[in-house]
Nanobody, 115 residues
Framework: QVQLVESGGGLVQPGGSLRLSCAAS????????MGWYRQAPGKQRELVAR??????TDYADSVKGRFTISRDNPKTVYLQMNSLKPEDTAVYYC??????????WGQGTQVTVSS
């Protein structure tokens, strides 16, 4: 069983910053990629950022230059979110892709950007 535990969401004013953390635990032989997705009310879940096993990263166009994904070990990833906008408001989900169709999700953490 694999568990993903997220932390760091909250309420922030426009222009502010938040840092999300996600730690994976359990039977994890290898991680192909870890990342963050988000889902706003009435919208589909979308990729925000991910970091691949070799260290390369992908970002949604809407967050490039503002968000940074990083890790300090293969099972822990962070999402530094700067210059937050109201349209960044969503539930943010951590994702771990172990390959062979084994994909796991965290429980989600709410990020609200509002004055």
């Amino acid at each position: 069983q694999v568990q993903l535990v997220e932390s760091g969401g909250g309420l922030v004013q426009p222009g502010g910053s938040l840092r999300l953390s996600c730690a994976a635990s359990g039977n994890i032989p290898s991680i192909v990629a870890m990342g963050w997705y988000r889902q706003a009310p009435g919208k589909q879940r979308e990729l925000v950022a991910r970091i691949l096993k070799g260290g390369s990263t992908d970002y949604a166009d809407s967050v490039k230059g503002r968000f940074t994904i990083s890790r300090d070990n293969p099972k822990t990833v962070y999402l530094q979110m700067n210059s937050l906008k109201p349209e960044d408001t969503a539930v943010y989900y951590c994702n771990a892709d172990l390959g062979a169709h084994y994909v796991y999700w965290g429980q989600g953490t709410q990020v609200t950007v509002s004055s």
